[in-house]
């Protein structure tokens, strides 16, 4: 009997046979724009893995905050979860279902046997669609009051807020990011194919707006350490396979330190790195059972 993770995303739904950190049968599917049209692809994607083997669980990765009952509150890119209990709405009565905000799925994967794991205090960023970010407090995931900690998407950008790009979600979207530098390299809108042409003759326009993105990455990497402390800071999404994209994070981290003395005096520089699982984080933390949750 095995687990189904499906990994709902603002552009793609990901699904897979989950076993520990054992990814099998991968698929992707572009994320419906309606509600009714998820219902009749996710009733598909769950009739056609049953042809392969029985399944005895099903583990979903949303955006959006998700309560102890499963309702998706909000939904983030996806809007039309908000208040959708999925075990109900897909009709999965007599199917063990797990739901779990996306981020913190990743973190979870991330403190059980990615790069986080024996870290006592530290944070997963992760890159997509939007952004989100998962806490691990005392080694454990922290989830907060209302299951919201780690909303890092509404938090402000500007010094008022004048539209949606006041908030970090638009500021730093990969998604958003990939397709601003494919069109201004003349590329595919591609992540391999914009990283290749940006790392060999980068334009200096496509360079100036990566820089950029990076700066904005490493500032809210020293904004979480100045608030909660933590010892290390990992960069999750499918865009943190670039290691040009993770070095230079790391590279505009070191420069806060070097531009403002009172910072080198007071505080600490931390490790900042990639997930190690990467795209695959939110599939496999899904799965878990609350085990250090």
């Known amino acids: 009997m095995a687990i189904l993770g ?14 520990q950190t054992e990814v099998s049968y991968k ?13 009749r692809l996710v009733s598909e994607i769950i009739k056609s893995y049953e042809q392969i083997q029985p ?13 102890e009952l499963g309702t998706v509150s909000f939904g983030g890119a996806v809007s039309y979860l908000d208040q959708i209990q999925l075990k109900s709405f897909l009709e999965l009565k007599e199917m063990e279902v797990t739901v ?18 024996n870290v006592q205090q530290g944070a997963a960023i992760i890159l997509g669609t939007g952004v989100g970010m998962g806490l691990c407090l005392n080694g454990r995931l922290y989830k907060g009051t209302h299951y919201q900690a780690g909303e890092i998407s509404f938090m402000i950008r500007d010094r008022q807020i004048t539209g ?3 908030f970090v979600e638009m500021g730093l979207s990969a998604v958003l990011l990939i397709k601003k530098l494919a069109e201004v390299l003349e590329v595919k809108n591609d992540g391999e194919a914009v990283f290749l042409a940006l790392e ?9 707006l990566f820089f950029k993105y990076c700066n904005e990455v490493a500032m809210l990497c020293f ?8 010892e290390k800071i990992v960069i999750g999404g499918g865009i943190s396979q670039q290691n040009y994209l993770i070095q230079t994070i790391q590279q505009a981290y070191q420069k806060l330190f070097e531009v403002a003395p009172i910072i080198r005096k007071t505080l600490r520089p931390i490790k900042i790195e990639a997930a190690k699982f990467q795209a695959d984080a939110n599939l496999i933390g899904a799965s878990i059972k609350e085990k250090k949750v």
């Open 223 to 230: 904004n979480v350490q100045t608030l909660l402390d933590v």
């Open 6 to 19: 499906i990994d709902v995303g603002g552009t793609m739904i990901k699904t897979a046979f989950v076993h």
């Open 164 to 166: 949606s790009d006041s």
């Open 55 to 67: 399944i005895r669980k099903i583990s979903f990765s949303v955006p959006g905050s998700v309560d």
């Open 200 to 208: 060999k003759n980068g334009k200096a326009a496509a360079k100036e």
């Open 27 to 39: 698929k992707r599917f572009l994320t419906p724009k309606k509600k009714e049209d998820f219902h």
């Open 100 to 117: 779990e905000n996306d981020a913190k799925a990743a973190t979870i994967c991330e403190i059980n046997y990615g790069n986080l794991k």
